[in-house]
Nanobody, 128 residues
Framework: QVQLVESGGGLVQAGGSRRLSCAAS????????MGWFRQAPGKEREFVVA????????VYANPVKGRFTISRDNAKNTVYLQMNSLKPEDTAVYYC?????????????????????WGQGTQVTVSS
């Protein structure tokens, strides 16, 4: 049974930082691309960032480029999202997701349909 468990959410002031973690179990973690998505109230779920199984390749959504950094530790079956210079518009529930990686092209992994497994999400609230 695959489980993805996010942690690290909370309340942070604008301009601050937060690091999210996603611990995976029940899958061959080092064979999966991992992504972070977010969903704000009243909005659709949107792509944030994805990382290839080895960690060598990443792709970021434009709104977070230069502020967010994804990384992974395959020995710990964990993916991280370091969020800096947070803005009120970053307020959302953040989800991690896992996807098989047959095409070896991380640019394809901005689409939610690529992902086979999802976590329950962690709330990040940025106050102004």
């Amino acid at each position: 049974q695959v489980q993805l468990v996010e942690s690290g959410g909370g309340l942070v002031q604008a301009g601050g930082s937060r690091r999210l973690s996603c611990a995976a179990s029940g899958l061959s973690f080092s064979a999966y691309a991992m992504g972070w998505f977010r969903q704000a109230p009243g909005k659709e779920r949107e792509f944030v960032v994805a990382i290839s199984p080895s960690g060598a390749s990443t792709v970021y959504a434009n709104p977070v480029k230069g502020r967010f950094t994804i990384s992974r530790d395959n020995a710990k079956n964990t993916v991280y999202l370091q969020m800096n210079s947070l803005k009120p518009e970053d307020t959302a529930v953040y989800y991690c997701a896992a996807a098989p990686y047959p095409e070896n092209d991380i640019s394809l992994y901005s689409r939610p349909g690529r992902y086979s497994n999802w976590g329950q999400g962690t709330q990040v609230t940025v106050s102004s």
